[in-house]
């Protein structure tokens, strides 16, 4: 088998398309998603970061954004990754015991100036088998942009166990939704199997603020936000905390 990191086929409704993050995308181009990783072969137990590259169409008018979701599907399940987000994450979820996982949901792509954006996913497995690692670009609404795949072959271990507590790999963000604000929790590896959320005002933790979305009211007009994760495994807990984002 080749190396993962050597070529990774990117999967759009138009066909199969090969673009490096380097690439500067035409005004309208179709939007495209690569997955790479040092290695076609991973361990239980061990944290490997897979890359998530890719480019979106330039809308100088509408204000566009686009998000990552990426998941771990058994090969033994699907032998291809579904074709929208929404059915990667079901069926992700729905095989579990055989160790498919969702890695990373609704991670914002930071695009530069020409529309790239390049980003870490981290995946702990914790379960040996061959798996699909399926990425998706997304609206976070209803519409998968571009699709991309990547099999991975698990070895070694007894079963699911992480090795230590979580660590953050990228630090959560603040997310302005219409009159919401939503606390991103970045990536983590070491296979966490729960988080928390918690809010800040001003450096301050704002009372009885401990949902994954905060309501924007007028008192947080001109206020820096924070959100701070926790994440949570069977070796232990980890806090990071988000960058302020000022409310206007």
């Not at 939007?31 to 890359?51: E, F, K, W």
């Not at 291809?80 to 990667?88: E, I, K, L, N």
């Not at 990373?104 to 954006?117: T, V």
Request: charged share 15%; proline share 6%.
């Amino acid at each position: 088998m080749k190396s993962a990191g050597a070529r990774i086929s990117t999967l759009t409704a138009a066909g199969i398309l090969g673009l490096g993050v380097g690439a500067t995308p035409a005004l309208g181009q179709t939007p495209t998603l690569n997955l790479s990783a040092p290695s076609s072969t991973a361990a239980v137990g061990q944290t490997i970061i897979i890359q998530a590259s890719g480019s979106n169409e330039q809308e100088p008018i509408v204000d566009f954004s686009s998000y990552l979701t990426v998941v771990a599907i058994p090969t033994s399940v699907l032998s291809a990754c579904p074709a929208d987000y929404s059915s990667g994450k079901q069926v992700a979820l729905s095989s579990g015991a055989q160790g498919g996982e969702v890695l990373d949901e609704f991670h914002s792509e930071e695009e530069d100036a020409a529309g790239n954006f390049s980003m870490p996913v981290a995946y702990t497995p914790g379960t040996p088998g061959r798996f699909l690692i399926c990425g998706y670009s997304d609206d976070a609404a209803t519409t998968t942009l571009a699709r991309a795949s990547l099999a991975l072959n698990v070895e070694g271990g007894s079963g699911p166990g992480p090795a230590a507590e979580p660590v953050s790999v990228t630090r959560p963000r603040v997310r302005r939704s219409g009159k919401k604000l939503v606390c991103q929790r970045g990536s983590w590896s070491n296979n966490p199997s729960r988080y928390s959320y918690r809010w800040f005002v001003n450096g301050n933790r704002k009372r009885g603020a401990s949902g994954r979305k905060l309501g924007v009211t007028r008192k947080l007009r001109g206020r820096k936000v924070q959100c701070r994760v926790t994440a949570y495994n069977a070796a232990g807990a980890t806090t990071a905390l988000s960058r302020p984002l000022r409310i206007r």
